[in-house]
């Protein structure tokens, strides 16, 4: 108990801590919790330690993350002391260990067992909680901690006539601690996950006869098991600290390589070698690491899953049985994968048989067996292999009740809302260690729950040094991390699957991400933030007084953080540092390394007359049979960089995506000829164009002006001109975060001013090259200065973390009040580059396709000009 509690009288906890379960996580809490000197009670439904590994004693039950990796790391003298005696310890031997823990430093006597916590109310007069056993204890405590597990509650049989069976029923999640003997019985396994894959083999060795009823099949490579793999035991030994740190640091908790091979562009060689070799590791972030693009995209995920597949197809004998046990709804990785020992062979013996529920699905279970659409089958046993209510399950399975006596479930209805995947709004002081909104069931837990555990006790240790005694996130700090939370999700391909990470196995469970799929170093790195910043985005109180650091601690998009954090590690020259012809060496350098953007049908180089010679044009055309709607394009570069070619894969993807001919025109470019040149030559670029969009493949009057950044200037001038000078048709126009005014005073000038690419001085340096200062003021060099009524409609594209982000706000609004129609398309998350970041940034895909529907229904209206 602290000091403060000590003196608070009766009114105060009886502990400081009530943790529920004693688990690898319950267990360590309480470890760390009790050295910090805080009084906890852990509560355990179970007779013992152990959580998943007391309940899960069904046959071949072992880990999926070598040994060497699934065990503590907190303490070397127990690394020292406990020798794991496989590379996937088996079930018996991983509960000795977390017995041998509890032992070592005395947790049990601080641990109830054979109890259930039930409820826990907050009383926040009082500011604690109370929490209700099944054996009728209340408890009051400052800090309530569920360290329940994420696999924990059994999924309730959800197959018709289950009840009825008359024979043996087992689940593999509550199999008999005597065990079971199968031995000449007739078998029924239901369930095809990591739990029946690893089941199978062994019930198969004792049962006269198995089915296996299997509704999807799944991924599984050979675990390859055996000793723990010696270079890895050579790392430990030459430097554990080191090893425990890259763990920590790595995306997945365990130390692994961390590919750059493109599956979509590796040659095949290369692919093979690298499946071959994941495969003969026999371990889950290898297999899952083939490529580093398999994880996002669906050409590259499609390599994987197929060689995969032609190890189902050269190891089991019947073909039939082999398709039917070939993955292929989903892509590899996005259903958890599972780690087997003889899996796919079982299939080879004369008594197992396979049951593809997709082609007979089960229509009852009887009093002696199983009924498909086409078969009785008799069973003297039904294991059920069929999975948890994830995540989630244990933690609504109680009834906590937070402030305004609102329970986590009504909460949590629509899904779980979390600030960091540990806490909530509404519930002081309340935690679910490797909650959703974590890494958790993504990354090895040992190192997830050691992070949590460690960041919370070190929590309290902070809030006890600050004389507070209540912690609760505020609601913008959980609305953007679970809007982080989602954004990791989107870029990946792991929403499209029906699996439980999405809570698709339980009938009437919220559909969205469960987990946070940013990575273990991301996620911690976010964590370590939040307590660095003083608690970013939580409101403290307590004797201590209070205290709120309001905030989001991740805007950016995922990918676009990614790409800025790689640049910010090349220490890369400032731009404005170079000399034109260097920077632009740099870029048409930078730019050759890119991905080139999708095919189009026809690529096509020309010039046209421009007011002081040939201006050099590069045409997309779709594949579609035309005439299309034509989109003039002016790229970007403050007037001093870049050509025709410099935004191809952006123009590359318009042109796909609206199915528009795509003109990228040259213009001169500063400071050789400075102001008005540019824009004198885009000028000519769009009368020119105006005028030949027959030829050039285009509709007639379905022309569109589109640009980036000083580009998006450059349409802006043109349009206003256009309409002053009564032509060509501009049928609308796209300003990608442009630059409309030079004041280079706003708000976001000042915020994004460094960090994001664009930087303020690299934009006074464009200026300074492009236009005199007395000059920058003219409407077309500043066109939000510009008369703007008449013009056709705009669709206006602004980035959160651009300097240019308000100039294009403000050109919207001024637009709008001019009575011109506008979409303003906000990108949240996104840099003043990241959206033309094709193929890389993919995030940005889903603006530009935002963009892309605009302008599509944009040539679908009639010309308003
Ligand atoms: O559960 P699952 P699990 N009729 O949900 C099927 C961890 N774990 O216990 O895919 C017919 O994966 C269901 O079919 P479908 C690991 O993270 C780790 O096996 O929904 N079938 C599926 O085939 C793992 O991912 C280890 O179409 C029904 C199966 O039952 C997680 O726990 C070992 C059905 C359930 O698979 C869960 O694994 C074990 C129905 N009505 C578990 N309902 C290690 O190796 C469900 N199914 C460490």
């Not at 009766?10 to 910090?36: I, K, M, S, T």
């Not at 826990?120 to 054996?135: F, K, N, Q, Y």
């Not at 083999?201 to 296996?212: G, H, R, W």
């Not at 002696?368 to 089958?377: C, K, L, Q, R, V």
Request: proline share 7%; hydrophobic share 40%; charged share 20%.
């Amino acid at each position: 108990m602290t000091a403060d509690d000590r003196n608070a009288g009766p009114a105060g906890p009886q502990v400081d801590v009530v943790v529920v379960g004693a688990g690898f996580a319950g267990l360590y809490l309480l470890h760390r919790l009790r050295a910090e000197g805080f009084s906890v009670r852990v509560f355990e439904a179970a007779s013992d330690v152990g959580g998943t590994w007391f309940w899960n004693r069904y046959p071949g039950a072992r880990c999926d993350i070598p040994t060497t990796d699934y065990t503590f790391s907190f303490d070397p003298e127990l690394e020292r002391e406990w020798t794991w005696s496989e590379k996937y310890a088996t079930q018996p031997e991983i509960l000795r260990y977390l017995q041998f823990v509890a032992d070592r430093y005395d947790l049990r006597r601080d641990i109830t067992f054979d109890t259930r916590v039930e409820g826990a109310d907050w009383d926040d007069v009082a500011g604690l909680w109370v929490v209700r056993t099944s054996t009728g204890e209340t408890v009051s405590c400052r800090h309530y901690v569920m360290a329940t597990g994420c696999l924990s509650v059994p999924k309730a049989p959800d197959i018709e006539g289950a009840p009825r069976f008359a024979g043996e029923v087992y689940f593999t999640s509550r199999w008999p601690h005597e065990g079971v003997d199968l031995t000449g019985k007739r078998v029924a396994v239901v369930g095809t996950g990591s739990s029946g894959i690893q089941s199978i083999p062994l019930i198969a060795q004792q049962a006269a006869q198995l089915t296996v009823f299997q509704r999807t099949p799944n991924f599984s490579i050979p675990a390859h098991n055996g000793p723990a793999p010696a270079d890895r035991l050579a790392q430990l030994a030459a430097d554990r600290d080191a090893y425990r740190t890259a763990a920590k640091w790595s995306r997945g908790g365990v130390p692994a390589e961390v590919t750059d091979v493109l599956g979509v562009t590796a040659p095949e060689e290369v692919r093979r070698e690298r499946f071959e070799a994941a495969w003969e590791a026999g371990e889950l972030f290898a297999i899952l690491g083939v490529f580093a693009d398999q994880g996002v995209n669906p050409a590259s995920n499609e390599i994987v899953a197929e060689m995969v597949r032609e190890k189902i197809r050269s190891i089991v004998d019947d073909p039939e049985t082999a398709e039917a046990l070939c993955p292929k709804d989903h892509y590899f990785g996005t259903k958890r994968p599972c780690l087997d020992s003889g899996y796919h062979a079982t299939f080879n013996m004369p008594h197992v048989r396979l049951v593809d529920l997709r082609k007979t699905p089960i229509t009852t279970i009887t009093e002696t067996g199983i009924d498909t659409a086409t078969e009785s089958n008799e069973f003297d046993v039904i294991v059920y292999a069929t999975g948890f209510d994830a995540m989630t399950g244990a933690l609504v399975g109680v009834d906590v009740t937070g402030r305004d006596g609102v329970t986590l479930k009504e909460k949590w209805a629509d899904g779980p809302s979390t600030y960091l995947g540990l806490t909530t709004v509404g519930f002081p002081n309340f935690c679910a260690l490797t909650g959703p909104g974590s890494p958790s069931v993504l990354s090895n837990m040992a190192v997830s729950i050691e992070q949590h555990v460690d960041w919370v006790t070190d929590c309290l240790v902070d809030l006890r040094a600050k004389g507070m005694t209540t912690i609760e996130p505020t609601p913008p700090a959980e609305d953007g991390w679970n809007q982080h939370v989602a954004d990791c999700a989107a870029i990946s391909l792991h929403p499209t699957a029906n699996s439980w990470y999405m809570g698709a196995n339980v009938p009437g469970k919220p559909r969205v991400f469960y987990p946070y799929i940013g990575g273990v170093d991301n996620y911690r790195a976010a964590c370590d933030e939040v307590r660095a910043t003083d608690y970013l985005g939580f409101r403290l109180s307590g004797p201590g007084g209070e205290q709120c650091h309001d905030g989001v601690v991740r805007r950016l998009q995922p990918d676009v953080a990614l790409v800025l954090d790689a640049m910010a590690q090349m220490g890369l020259p400032p731009l404005e540092s170079m000399s034109p012809p260097e920077a632009r060496a740099f870029m048409e350098m930078s730019n050759g390394m890119r991905p080139p953007g999708p095919d189009v049908g026809e690529v096509v180089d020309g010039v046209l007359p421009g007011p002081a010679g040939e201006l050099e044009y590069r045409l997309f055309r779709p594949a579609s049979p035309g005439p299309h709607p034509v989109v003039l394009y002016f790229h970007g570069g403050g007037w001093v960089l870049g050509d025709q070619l410099s935004d191809e894969p952006l123009c590359r993807d318009l042109c796909v995506r609206t199915d528009a001919v795509v003109v990228s025109v040259d213009y001169r470019h500063a400071p050789e000829t400075r102001y008005p040149a540019a824009a004198e030559d885009a000028w000519a670029a769009l009368q020119w164009v105006g005028a030949h969009a027959i030829e050039l493949g285009g509709i007639p009057d379905h022309l569109v002006v589109a640009g980036w950044s000083a580009g998006g200037n450059l349409v802006a001038v043109v349009t206003q001109r256009a309409r002053n000078e009564g032509g060509p048709v501009v049928r609308g126009q796209l300003l990608l975060t442009p630059v409309t005014d030079s004041t280079m005073d706003t708000g976001s000038f000042e915020e994004n001013a460094d960090g994001y690419v664009l930087t303020a001085p690299l934009m006074r340096w464009f200026w300074d090259h492009y236009c005199d200062p007395e000059r920058r003021t003219e409407s077309t060099a500043a066109p939000l200065r510009g008369e703007l009524g008449g013009l056709p409609p705009a669709i206006v594209v602004t980035a959160e973390f651009d300097p240019l982000r308000d100039e294009g706000i403000a050109y919207a609004e001024a637009l709008r009040a001019a009575d011109v129609p506008v979409e303003h398309v906000a990108a949240r998350g996104h840099t003043h580059m990241s959206l033309t970041m094709v193929d890389v940034v993919l995030s940005g895909a889903r603006v530009r396709e935002e963009i892309a529907l605009r302008l599509r229904a944009l040539f679908r209206q009639p010309a308003e000009v």
